[in-house]
C-alpha cells in the first residue's frame, strides 16, 4: 500500500531555532514531491520536487528530495513565530488517477517568541 | 484572482439532514478536487474531476456522498443523510493542466453534524 510518513509528528522551537521536517514515501511509480504549509486554513503550496538533489529554496525555506533513498527534508532557518503552522507533504504518481496526491498526516510546528 | 471559493465557511446540522458544500474553482485550472480533513485520517482525497468529468471517486466513503461538477465553474459536494462522523473540514482544490499536482486550495468548510 502506498504511504507517505512524516516526522515528527510536533515539534517546539524558538525564534530563531532551525528545524528539519521529514517525509518519506512508499509510492509506486513516484512523479514529484510537494510540500504545503497549513495554517489555521487551506494548505498553501510551497515545493513541488521532482529531481534528486536539486534543492530549492524559497527565503529562510528550503527543501531537497532524494529518490534513491525515498524521503525529501524541508528546512526552515531563523524560524518565526509566524513559521507556526502544520506541514503537509504529498507524493504525485504516474498512472491510474494521474493528479491524485497522497498526503501525510503532517507535522505541526510550533515557534514560540 | 480570487481564488478558490467555497460556501458555507462553517455547517452545522443534525444527523439525518441533506448537507450540500459549494466550490468555485480558479478560472481556467481544469482539475477540481474534493478533500476531508480530520484530526484521526488526516487529509483525504473523496473525488475529483477533469473537465468537469469525474475522473476517480474511490475515495468517496459510500453512497450518502455524492459530488457534480454541471460546468467548469461550479461544484457541489452533497451528503444524505449526514451522520456525526461526517464532521470534518471538507476542502476544494483546483490545478492547471500542465502542473495539475500543484494544487490552490479553498479555505474550507467547516462541517458538525450533530
Known amino acids: 500500500e502506498d504511504k507517505v510518513v512524516q516526522s515528527p509528528l510536533s515539534l517546539v522551537v524558538h525564534e530563531g531555532d532551525t528545524v528539519t521536517l521529514n517525509c518519506s514515501y512508499e509510492v509506486t511509480n513516484f512523479r514529484s514531491l510537494l510540500w504545503y504549509k497549513q495554517e489555521k486554513k487551506a494548505p498553501t503550496f510551497l515545493f513541488m520536487l521532482t529531481s534528486s538533489g536539486i534543492e530549492k529554496k524559497s527565503g529562510r525555506l528550503s527543501s531537497i528530495l532524494d529518490k534513491k533513498e525515498l524521503f525529501s527534508i524541508l528546512n526552515i532557518t531563523a524560524t518565526q513565530t509566524g513559521d507556526s503552522a502544520i506541514y503537509l507533504c504529498?507524493?504525485?504518481?504516474?498512472?491510474?488517477?494521474?493528479?491524485?496526491?497522497?498526503f501525510g498526516k503532517g507535522t505541526k510546528l510550533s515557534v514560540k517568541p | 484572482d480570487a481564488g478558490v471559493i467555497q460556501s458555507p465557511r462553517h455547517e452545522v446540522t443534525e444527523m439525518g439532514q441533506e448537507v450540500t458544500l459549494r466550490c468555485k474553482p480558479i478560472?481556467?485550472?481544469?482539475?477540481l478536487f474534493w478533500y476531508r480533513q480530520t484530526m484521526m485520517r488526516g487529509l483525504e482525497l473523496l473525488i475529483y474531476f477533469n473537465n468537469n468529468v469525474p475522473i476517480d471517486d474511490s475515495g468517496m466513503p459510500e453512497d450518502r456522498f455524492s459530488a457534480k461538477m454541471p460546468n467548469a465553474s461550479f461544484s457541489t459536494l452533497k451528503i444524505q443523510p449526514s451522520e456525526p462522523r461526517d464532521s470534518a473540514v471538507y476542502f476544494c482544490a483546483s490545478s492547471i493542466r500542465g502542473g495539475r499536482e500543484t494544487q490552490y486550495f479553498g479555505p474550507g468548510t467547516r462541517l458538525l453534524v450533530l
Open positions: 504529498a507524493v504525485g504518481y504516474y498512472g491510474g488517477s494521474q493528479g491524485n496526491l497522497i
Open positions: 478560472s481556467g485550472h481544469d482539475y
